[in-house]
């Protein structure tokens, strides 16, 4: 699979983004699907996990009540609506997919989970 991060961009603080990643060459049904950033000189970070059936979801603590992560099987796309943005949400952020399909239908957040990642996308927030 090729995922394909979009929607960064420059914006205020208070601000709004979507992001958006789509899938190439494979299915997003039936696996988790993860947001994470990674800030400069700082580690990667999961922002916000969807199970795969969507109905389980994780938030970091620092973007909860902000951010809401959905998906779109047959479009197979995976869409982070960032609100409220603040300059510390300065990152740039990759979507990522579950080596494991039609496993635990929950949201774990853990990075190694994951084997599949698309290549970014810069999100900077000024004050």
């Known amino acids: 699979v090729q995922l394909q991060a979009s929607g960064g961009g420059s914006v205020q603080a208070g601000g709004s983004l979507r992001l958006s990643c789509a899938a190439s060459?494979?299915?997003?049904?039936?696996?988790?699907m993860g947001w994470f950033r990674q800030a400069p000189g700082k580690e990667r970070a999961a922002v916000a996990v969807?199970?795969?059936?969507?109905?389980?979801?994780y938030y970091a603590d620092s973007v909860k009540g902000r951010f809401t992560i959905s998906r779109d099987n047959a479009r197979k796309t995976v869409y982070l609506q960032m609100n409220a943005l603040k300059p510390e949400d300065t990152a740039v952020y990759y979507c990522?997919?579950?080596?494991?399909?039609?496993?635990?239908?929950?949201?774990?957040?853990?990075?190694?989970?994951?084997?599949?990642w698309g290549q970014g996308t810069l999100v900077t927030v000024s004050s």
């Open positions: 990522a997919r579950s080596t494991v399909r039609w496993g635990v239908d929950g949201g774990s957040s853990r990075s190694t989970d994951f084997g599949s």
């Open positions: 060459g494979s299915t997003l049904s039936g696996y988790r």
């Open positions: 969807i199970s795969w059936s969507g109905g389980s979801t």
